[in-house]
């Protein structure tokens, strides 16, 4: 089944403990992306990775990391949480991106508390 | 770069009467415009998308209509019914320029509800 996958979906923890939540597409997709999503912000775009070793900045990349060294895989890694960083995050993943566009497939999301 | 405003924030409308969400855009190089449909506690779906090479695209009861000119685009649910429930986004696509977001932005979403 073609899909898109998260660990962990919920994730309680402390503000300055590292974290990394994974992301797995199956799809054999270039374009992988971060987001996060919050009450009457929509979805605002973290980071993405147009292939293998390419990340970019989005539109709210401070305090967040990516790497892209397989293509199916693009963890978010936190280095030193902050309550700010709660959220609903998602990762998705795409065919291509850029001037042609094409549908997003997102992954269950992951619900993150920092205390 | 772009920016996309999308409205109502809230929508009722009674189940079987039509709904319009509308979204304007900042840039005029955008040219992918896809809706997606969250319903509550599960991810977001692509329901619709649309190319600038065409002004409207229809999907049994959901239709796009985009206007170029005024940078704005809509989405229109015909016949609602209960499972139409949902928050709606719109988004824009500028081509690539490298460096920075590359385009893809969200609108805020419209939270329609359908009302028995």
């Known amino acids: 089944e073609a899909q898109v996958t998260q660990n962990p979906r919920y994730l309680i923890t402390v503000t300055g403990k590292k974290l990394t939540v994974t992301c797995s597409q199956n799809?054999?997709?270039?374009?992988m992306s971060w987001y996060r999503q919050d009450p009457g912000l929509g979805l605002r775009q973290i980071y993405y990775?147009?292939?293998?070793?390419?990340?970019d900045k989005g539109d709210v990349p401070e305090g967040y990391k990516v790497s892209r060294k397989e293509k199916r895989n693009f963890p978010l890694i936190l280095e030193s949480p902050s309550p700010n960083q709660t959220s609903l995050y998602f990762c998705?993943?795409?065919?291509?991106?850029?001037?042609?566009?094409?549908?997003?497939?997102f992954g269950p999301g992951t619900r993150l508390t920092v205390l | 770069g772009e920016n996309v405003e999308q409205h109502p924030s809230t929508l009722s409308v009674q189940e079987g009467d039509s709904a319009v969400i509308k979204c304007t855009y900042s840039?005029?190089?955008?040219?992918?415009f896809p809706w997606y449909k969250q319903e509550l506690g599960k991810r977001p779906q692509l329901i619709i998308d649309?190319?600038?090479?065409?002004g409207e695209k229809k999907d049994q009861r959901i239709a796009v209509t985009l206007n170029k000119t005024a940078k704005h685009f809509s989405l229109h649910i015909t016949e609602t019914q209960p499972e139409d429930s949902a928050v709606y986004f719109c988004a824009a696509i500028a081509p690539f320029m490298g460096g920075g977001a590359d385009g893809l932005t969200f609108g805020k979403g419209t939270h329609l509800i359908i009302q028995p």
């Open positions: 649309i190319r600038s090479n065409v």
């Open positions: 998705a993943s795409s065919l291509q991106q850029g001037w042609a566009g094409s549908e997003q497939f």
């Open positions: 799809m054999n997709h270039e374009y």
């Open positions: 990775s147009m292939n293998v070793e390419v990340t």
């Open positions: 840039d005029s190089a955008s040219n992918y």
